[in-house]
């Protein structure tokens, strides 16, 4: 099975540098390097959770990180699958991710309107990530 590993931080930290947000260049990264094919349409699923989930305070790179939990631990049908997994490793995921970084919130995270901070997180989420997948 492929893995998240520290490659996959660098690999998202080049897609950020190439132009691409934080959500979508941490949700791709992984995907990749998880040999999970996105169509474009799914592809474009990250867009909108950049800048803080469209210029709001949820960090877009820490939503690429539950994002990738849930597409490997969620379920397809309500009656019959179990929500836990997913959601039990998305707690543990955000506490681990505010304990390294303080904060959640988007425009605390990058003091300011400086992009280049945005790195850290990106490459961050997906450290945090390979320790739990």
Do not use: W
Request: aromatic share 6%.
């Amino acid at each position: 099975m492929k893995k998240i590993t520290l490659g996959t931080a660098q690999k998202a930290v080049e897609y950020f540098e190439k132009g691409y947000n934080c959500c979508e260049s941490v949700f791709h990264a992984c995907c990749e390097d998880l040999g999970i094919e996105l169509s474009e349409q799914s592809k474009k699923i990250a867009t909108g959770f950049g800048a803080g989930m469209g210029r709001g305070c949820t960090c877009g790179a820490m939503s690429a990180g539950v994002m990738t939990i849930s597409l490997l631990k969620g379920r397809v049908k309500p009656l019959d699958e179990d929500k836990a997994p997913a959601c039990d490793l998305a707690k543990d995921f955000s506490n681990q991710f505010k304990e390294k970084f303080r904060t959640t919130c988007c425009s605390s995270l990058k003091k300011g309107n400086d992009r280049k901070h945005c790195e850290t997180y990106v490459s961050g989420v997906v450290e945090i990530l390979s320790t739990m997948l």
